[in-house]
């Protein structure tokens, strides 16, 4: 694979409360650019894994390494300004606040002028455009002005991915970005997702196969907290062990 | 009837024009912070108060300060999110401070109010340092416990706070020097009425600048706050400090215009009663305060003229009525006949 | 035996008295908050309806004592049902503002009522000269009423964790404030365990509010004045518990009575001092779950 740091390492990344342990000695790289998918079944610790890696939960044990410098203890904030970002799986938006204004918010933290207790935040032009730019790349600029709650599900979650790249990511871990969406939708979230930066390394976190296998170009298979197997689409698509406990699991249903 | 289709013909109208989108958009988004013309109406009212009821100058004179400890308690809430049952704590802090150098041979009003601001937004500081890592109910008995406390060490340093009897002998010098605290109460009214607007301004300025933007997304989800990097701690502390130098001067500006300082000034009372006036105007939106408070100090003084004790029975009724049937206050009903107004 | 021992002891004594109304109220808080995430700060009202139901049948109608409690608890217990169903259960886990504004807007309410009803003065308990006396026991002299209180009290706290601990109802309650979604797929019909725990919340607070109406006098300002401590206990013993309020009753009990005796220019402000310090410790409460 590629030299170089890797644009998001852990290294025998573990957490366990008390008895229960989500992530066992997790060895993971999130190459520069990649595009990734971290499936597994219900509770094999996924969304642990990002909160981990996040800072949302602090580990038990290991290393994460962000563009090859380690960020194992640095707050969550600091994570998110060095351009480690995430969505999540329920969408956790400002509901009642415009779209631009959900957009607006991160980019002027990215920006450093949240803090700005002075200047009305209408003469920050350079965040409003930007914001604006964001949404219009996304389709979403006919709703700008709408607050978030008065949007279809799907719209939701596209905004949702608009504020992760208000802050200008380095890496996106998405957090099952369809989630909830009726099927009928989930083609414009795709597009958008394939539409991303090749600069940006993605990390998808998804239960649907069939959108696993049209993002990713590399699969981690995690099961209770281990890392089962790991390559690319093919490979995992064919591997008996993942066939047992996870597409076996699905199509048994 | 006639108003009710005017109603609904504007909704249709809202409903059916098309979006706003490119530059036009950004201009509608950037220009939110202008002011509007309704938001001299208070002001106006104020002087037409002035002008109509000469007779009630005091009561109009508490009601402005109230206002500010209002403003100032809307910050903390209905910006950060912040449930308090202690904002009494700056109030009575200020009114402290300046009734106490009033006291003491320094009746100079102004620099009472600034004296009045800094301590209180240093106990706010102080006290926000510790407490406002803590959430949901251990965070709203912290706020409960500072303002106990402070109730508890007034009430018993007597000898200089005159505990239980309140605080007395306070000589307030002229305004400038000029401007005497009178029987009628004019000085105090117009002393109010500026140092309201000044304030006013300030924190005018403060919901709508990016620091007050980011405020309203803590209240609205704290997880996304975090998520895009929003040091919110420090944010929620340094509103939390600003509305204590806040509620400190419109302790000071009741305790200037009264020349009485009492413990009640600290109470859970005091905390509670300014959560209803909020309520009652609309939570989080620079004008409840404006609404809420004039409404629940008129119909005080109305009802306990005719029924001093029972007036509490009224006010609880009310408080159980509103949240039951009228979450957002007045202005909540205004927006649900008028969504346009979703501004004010 | 040294004067300052026994007054030791007596201050200890009468600590321990108090403890046990303030366990007794703050009981059925605990639960109510653990469980139902409800902020209920009209609490105390239940309290003093007990009180004030007890004095006003002792004091009007001459009924002896223990008949006026019972009747006060079984009032009150019935007549917290209809509260919890018309106001309380719509805001149960909901926005902390919309309860705290509720229960202040009831705190109002029933303190003028009882204005209204019974004036502003404080309630007279008017003891029988049976129970009106003093005790000597070892270190001195002690109330005749506070030994009753104690007993009283203790009895009804063993009943109580013999109940929860036994009983089918105390394995729902205990169920319920572990984990309510589970206890909810188990089948069990969470609204009417809310009810009956909240009546019996409410009954208890009642049995304390007028057992202890000596401690803590009963006057319309009850719910309102005595609410820090009330909080205060179920802060300390964490939420949900019904055995860590006991010990924090017992903590703020004896240190309130120590602090009032040997320091009385302090007045309160150790134990408001005391809390803030454990809050800022252990946020859960000493005895609470993280």
């Not at chain 1, 607006?104 to 914001?131: F, K, N, S, Y």
């Amino acid at each position: 694979m590629s030299s170089g740091p890797a644009a998001l390492e852990t290294r025998g990344l573990t957490k366990s409360f008390g008895a229960l342990t989500v992530a066992n000695m997790i060895d993971f790289r999130l190459e520069q650019g990649a595009r990734h998918a971290l499936i597994g079944p219900n509770g094999a610790g996924k969304t642990s894994f990002v909160n981990l890696v996040t800072g949302a939960l602090s580990p038990s044990g290991g290393h994460i390494l962000f563009g090859g410098a380690d960020i194992t203890t640095l707050p969550q904030a600091v994570r998110v300004k060095r351009g480690l970002v995430r969505t999540f799986q329920v969408t956790q938006l400002f509901r009642g606040l415009s779209l631009l204004e959900n957009v607006t918010l991160a980019v002027c933290e990215r920006r450093g002028i949240g803090g700005d207790l002075r200047r009305p935040a209408g003469d920050h032009r350079e965040a409003i455009d930007e914001a604006y730019a964001l949404l219009e790349k996304m389709g979403l600029a006919k709703e700008a002005l709408r607050p978030v709650a008065t949007l279809a599900y799907g719209r939701q979650r596209l905004t949702e991915v608009t504020v992760a790249l208000g802050l200008a990511p380095k890496v996106l871990l998405l957090d099952e970005p369809a989630a909830g969406v009726p099927t009928g939708e989930t083609g414009r979230i795709v597009e958008a997702i394939e539409a991303l930066s090749p600069e940006i390394a993605l990390l998808i976190i998804e239960h649907d196969m069939d959108l696993v296998f049209r993002l990713a170009r590399r699969i981690t298979v995690l099961v209770q907290g281990r890392v089962l197997v790991e390559g690319p689409p093919a490979k995992i698509a064919a591997d008996p062990q993942v066939r047992r406990v996870y597409l076996g699991e699905r199509a048994a249903r | 009837m006639a108003a009710a289709r005017f109603i609904r013909a504007r909704l249709i109208r809202a409903a059916e024009a098309p979006p706003i989108v490119g530059p036009a958009a950004i201009e509608v988004f950037a220009r939110r912070h202008r002011l509007r013309p309704y938001e001299a109406l208070p002001w106006l009212t104020a002087l037409g108060a002035y002008v109509l009821f000469p007779g009630y100058l005091p009561l109009a004179a508490q009601t402005l300060a109230t206002i500010l400890f209002a403003l100032s308690a809307d910050l903390v809430l209905g910006y950060a999110g912040i449930v308090t049952l202690g904002q009494a704590a700056f109030f009575g802090t200020g009114a402290y401070t300046a009734g106490i150098l009033a006291a003491n041979d320094w009746g100079e009003p102004i620099t009472g109010l600034f004296a009045a601001a800094v301590t209180a937004a240093v106990i706010g500081f102080l006290s926000g340092l510790l407490i406002l890592r803590s959430s949901g109910l251990t965070l709203l008995m912290q706020t409960l416990v500072v303002a106990a406390l402070l109730r508890e060490a007034a009430n018993k340093a007597s000898a200089i706070t005159g505990g239980d009897d309140g605080l007395q002998g306070m000589q307030v010098w002229p305004i400038f020097g000029h401007f005497e605290f009178g029987l009628f109460g004019r000085t105090g009214f117009f002393y109010c009425l500026a140092v309201l607007f000044l304030c006013w301004l300030i924190v005018r300025r403060l919901v709508h600048s990016p620091f007050g933007r980011s405020l309203t997304g803590i209240r609205e989800n704290v997880a996304r706050m975090h998520a895009i990097g929003a040091p919110v701690f420090w944010r929620r502390l340094t509103v939390y400090t600003i509305s204590a130098g806040l509620a400190g001067i419109s302790g000071a500006l009741i305790a200037q215009t009264t020349s009485f300082v009492g413990l009640d000034s600290l109470g859970l009372e005091r905390s509670g009663t300014v959560l209803i006036m909020l309520i009652i105007g609309g939570v989080g939106r620079l004008y409840g305060a404006f609404i809420g408070v004039p409404l629940y100090m008129i119909a005080q003084d109305r009802f306990s003229s005719i029924d001093p004790v029972y007036w509490y029975f009224w006010i609880g009724l009310l408080m159980v009525l509103l949240v039951t049937f009228a979450r957002g206050g007045v202005l909540g009903l205004v927006d649900r006949f008028w969504p346009a107004g979703r501004r004010l | 035996m040294s004067i300052a021992f026994s007054a030791g002891l007596s201050v200890a004594f009468h600590g321990i008295a108090f403890a046990m109304v303030l366990y007794l109220i703050s009981v059925g808080l605990s639960v109510t908050m653990g469980m139902m995430g409800f902020v209920n700060l009209a609490h105390g009202v239940f309290a003093m309806a007990g009180g004030y139901v007890m004095t006003g049948l002792m004091n009007r109608w001459g009924v002896p004592l223990p008949l006026s409690l019972a009747a006060a608890t079984v009032a009150v217990a019935l007549a917290s049902l209809p509260i919890e169903r018309l106001l309380y259960r719509r805001l149960y886990g909901g926005d902390e503002l919309d309860q705290v504004l509720l229960t202040m807007g009831l705190i109002f309410m029933s303190g003028a009522a009882a204005q209204y009803l019974f004036g502003a003065l404080q309630q007279p308990l008017r003891l029988p000269p049976s129970l009106n006396g003093g005790v000597r026991l070892g270190f001195g002299e002690v109330p005749v009423y506070d030994m009753l209180l104690i007993g009283c009290g203790a009895g009804l706290v063993t009943a109580l964790w013999l109940g929860i601990e036994r009983s089918r109802f105390g394995a729902k309650i205990r169920a319920a404030v572990d984990n309510l979604r589970m206890a909810q797929s188990i089948g069990i019909d969470t609204s009417r365990l809310f009810a009956l725990t909240f009546a019996l919340g409410s009954g208890l607070a009642a049995f304390g509010g007028g057992l202890g109406a000596s401690l803590i006098t009963i006057a319309p300002g009850y719910a309102l004045d005595n609410l820090v401590y009330f909080l205060i206990v179920v802060a300390i013993g964490g939420l949900g518990n019904i055995r860590g309020p006991f010990f924090a009753a017992l903590l703020v009990g004896v240190a309130d009575s120590a602090c009032k005796y040997l320091i009385p220019q302090f007045g309160a402000f150790f134990i408001y001092a005391m809390t803030m310090a454990i809050l800022l410790w252990r946020p859960h409460g000493l005895f609470g779950r993280a």
